[in-house]
């Protein structure tokens, strides 16, 4: 029974999926607006208000949890790399309110 509970969580590891709580959404959604540069001067989202008009409206792209994490951590096009200005637990609760948020698919 471990043995199958423990592959199951490595398969979810593996495709970079994670559950988030609403602690963790909360935290994602102050970070959107307060980070620098925020999220919401480019990106429209409006779960969080924002209606940025440089970069993808997010509720039309709807990226899930993964996508937003890779570019948060490497950047993409001219948004820069998040890396050095928060923390991977950050860029994780960030990357699934803009998921759930978006209406991403699970």
């Known amino acids: 029974m471990r043995t199958a509970a ?3 969580l490595l398969a979810l590891a593996a495709c970079g ?5 609403a602690g963790e959404l909360a ?4 970070l959107f607006s307060k980070v ?3 999220c919401a001067v480019c990106h ?3 779960a969080a208000g924002a209606e940025g008009q440089i970069g993808p409206a997010l509720d039309e792209l709807k990226p899930n949890a ?3 994490l890779r570019a948060l951590k490497a950047g993409i096009g001219i948004m820069p790399s998040y890396a050095d200005k928060l923390s991977d637990k950050d860029m994780r609760a960030l ?3 803009v998921a759930q948020a978006s209406g991403a698919a699970p």
């Open 66 to 68: 993964e996508r937003v």
């Open 36 to 38: 620098q540069p925020a």
């Open 27 to 30: 935290r994602g959604k102050e």
């Open 17 to 21: 999926a994670w559950a988030a709580d």
């Open 44 to 46: 429209t989202l409006q």
């Open 95 to 97: 990357a699934s309110f």
């Open 6 to 8: 423990a592959a199951g």
